[in-house]
């Protein structure tokens, strides 16, 4: 069975440009968390997603955002990028997304950095 | 606020040595607990798991442990090898319906030869 898969693996953009970041889930995960890790600090949660519908989101402003399509994959997007956005973005799945039960599987990460 | 700290950021053992990693979490409400691994360019690995019905729980070289008195979450690693050397981040559950874990900060762990 093939991991969790990111796109692209590194970016780098400049001040107040937008990305778009790409997440395949493993077959058969319908949830899809984002995590942003910096160096320094812990991995600090984005969103969840599952089922098209976001069913969390973390403490980031609203330039922030995803999204998740019906077979399960996701995007996140930052607009207006900033230096602090530069960082490690991490996806993860899981089969349901019960935090009481199940353990996150994730992908290598997309690497963005901002100048 | 909301956080699962970590004691020592960084831990330099001596090859075949034993490795305890420690981490303390704050929601006594949180009943499922995990172990990542992160080497340098790669994703967070899966470990091992515990739930709060649990105070141990082994798997190859490596053990948990649970101490909920205290919300103390331990991951020790038997005879430490090269490979070994990562970060390693404890992960915190969040209570039901919120669909996301509370990560540490991480534990640079050395294996000296």
């Known amino acids: 069975k093939a991991g969790v898969t990111q796109t692209p693996r590194y970016l780098i953009k400049t001040r107040g440009q937008q990305v778009t970041l790409s997440c395949s889930p493993i077959?058969?995960?319908?949830?899809v968390s984002w995590y942003q890790q910096t160096p320094g600090q812990g991995l600090q949660f984005l969103f969840e997603y599952f089922s098209e519908t976001q069913r969390n989101k973390g403490n980031f402003p609203g330039r922030f955002s995803g999204r998740q399509f019906s077979n399960s994959r996701s995007e996140m997007n930052v607009s207006t990028l900033e230096l602090g956005d530069s960082a490690l973005y991490l996806c993860?799945?899981?089969?349901?997304?019960?935090?009481?039960?199940?353990?996150?599987?994730f992908g290598s990460g997309t690497q963005l950095s901002v100048l | 606020g909301e956080s699962v700290g970590l004691h020592l950021p960084t831990l330099s053992v001596q090859e075949g040595d034993n490795s305890i990693i420690n981490c303390a979490y704050s929601n006594s409400a949180s009943d499922y607990f995990i172990w990542y691994k992160q080497e340098s360019g790669k994703g967070p690995q899966f470990i091992i798991d515990i739930r709060s019905n649990m105070d141990k729980r082994q798997g190859q070289r490596v053990t948990v442990l649970l101490n909920k008195t205290v919300k103390h979450l331990s991951l020790q690693i038997a005879a430490t090898q090269p490979g070994d050397s990562a970060v390693y981040f404890c992960a915190e559950g969040a209570p039901s319906g919120t669909y996301k874990y509370i990560f540490g900060t991480g534990t640079r762990l050395k294996v000296l030869a």
């Open positions: 993860a799945s899981s089969p349901t997304g019960r935090t009481g039960s199940e353990k996150l599987f």
């Open positions: 077959s058969g995960h319908r949830s």
